[in-house]
């Protein structure tokens, strides 16, 4: 069978409802599919690129994210040049494997290019923004299925992180952005995305949710929020906590996704530390999948090869449940297991 007619083949199947024609019975991804969880990784263009590494990811997962993809920076690096080539494949590889794909993100602080940064006018900021999200979301309509439209908005105290759009168009950026986008393509959940928002009673989460709250409140199209997630081991999970900001959304009508979830270790590795890393996957997913309104569980990569933990958090590694070889580690076995008990 050449590759055409086992990719129509495999999609077939996918399209009766069986994954075994894929070679995928038994596989985490079944798992998940079986459980109703969204269980999904970060990717980078390469990723789809090894033959390998493209069979690994879609036997493991039922959703991608491009890492850094779709930001601003990469995308678009200057007004008139747009880098489609690595966003199309990702989204051919999803469509290709019958797995969801994640947009991230329009409107951020970081990854940006200089003619973006340099913004300095409202019409001129605010018309760029929505060129930007009706232009990707045009060109993907249908194909993506959920985007974070706006991510890391808030300091730490509640307050509005100054940014470019923040100075340039005032608060209601984000009406701006959320309403373009579901213009754009009614049918893709739009999602707030942040950090430290997860634990219910925590300044910056509570502010969070009286955010989301009060652009639901205006009719903002809104349809979940993200919790990034980026947690330590020495921190043990805060499951109450966490189970009231799932369920306050869920009151809101909005779904919650844990966004972007790895668990880093300060370094050196003990058996301790993974003990405790451990637990912390393994109390997430299962109220990812116990949980109703919750349900969607992304990983920031799989490889401790690849991660953004050392470059990022000096002193700390060993965060993502597959090593530097990409052999997994215990705890993606345990992860397995919990997305298959009923
Ligand atoms: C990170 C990527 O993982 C890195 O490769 C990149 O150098 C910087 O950005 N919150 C986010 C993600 O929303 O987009 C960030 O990703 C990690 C923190």
């Known amino acids: 069978m050449n590759k055409t007619y086992a990719i129509i083949g495999c999609l077939s199947i996918l399209a009766a409802g069986s994954l075994a024609g894929c070679g995928l019975t038994g596989s985490v991804r079944a798992r998940a599919d079986a459980a109703k969880v969204t269980f999904g990784v970060a990717v980078q263009p390469g990723d789809v690129l090894d033959p390998g590494t493209k069979k690994f990811i879609a036997r493991n997962f039922n959703l991608i994210v491009p890492e850094n993809t779709m930001k601003w ?3 678009r690096p200057t007004k008139a040049f747009w880098n489609w080539s690595d966003m199309d494949k990702l989204v051919d590889f999803a469509e290709e494997n019958g797995i969801a794909m994640k ?3 329009f409107v951020w602080h970081q990854q940006n290019p200089p003619y973006v940064d340099g913004l300095k006018n409202r019409d ?5 923004l929505t060129e930007q999200i009706t232009t990707v979301m045009t060109r993907y309509r249908g194909r993506i299925r959920e985007y974070d439209v706006a991510n890391e908005v808030l300091n730490e105290d509640g307050s509005m992180r100054n940014t470019v759009w923040l100075r340039t168009i005032g608060p209601e950026y984000l009406d701006i952005a959320f309403r373009t986008a579901r213009e754009a393509d009614p049918g893709a959940r739009l999602i707030l995305n942040d950090y430290n928002n ?10 969070f ?4 709250k009060a652009l639901k409140g205006r009719g903002v199209p809104i349809d979940g929020v993200g919790l990034q997630l980026h947690l330590m081991a020495k921190y043990p999970l805060n499951g109450d906590a966490l189970k009231k900001t799932i369920a306050r959304f869920r009151d809101l009508g909005l779904f919650v996704s844990f966004s972007e979830v790895d668990v880093r270790i300060e370094l050196p590795v003990t058996a301790e530390k993974e003990a405790a890393q451990a637990a912390i996957y393994e109390g997430l997913l299962g109220i990812a999948k116990s949980e109703a309104g919750a349900g969607n569980f992304v990983l920031w990569g799989y490889t401790d090869a690849k991660s953004w933990i050392p470059a990022a958090f000096a002193g700390y590694g060993s965060a993502l449940p597959f090593d530097r070889e990409g052999k997994p580690k215990p705890v993606f076995k345990s992860m397995g297991k919990i997305l298959s008990t009923r």
């Open 73 to 75: 920076k990469l995308l």
């Open 124 to 128: 001129e900021a605010a018309a760029l």
């Open 103 to 105: 947009g991230h993100t």
């Open 198 to 207: 997860e634990y219910a009673g925590q300044a910056k989460a509570d502010a």
């Open 209 to 212: 949710y009286e955010l989301v």
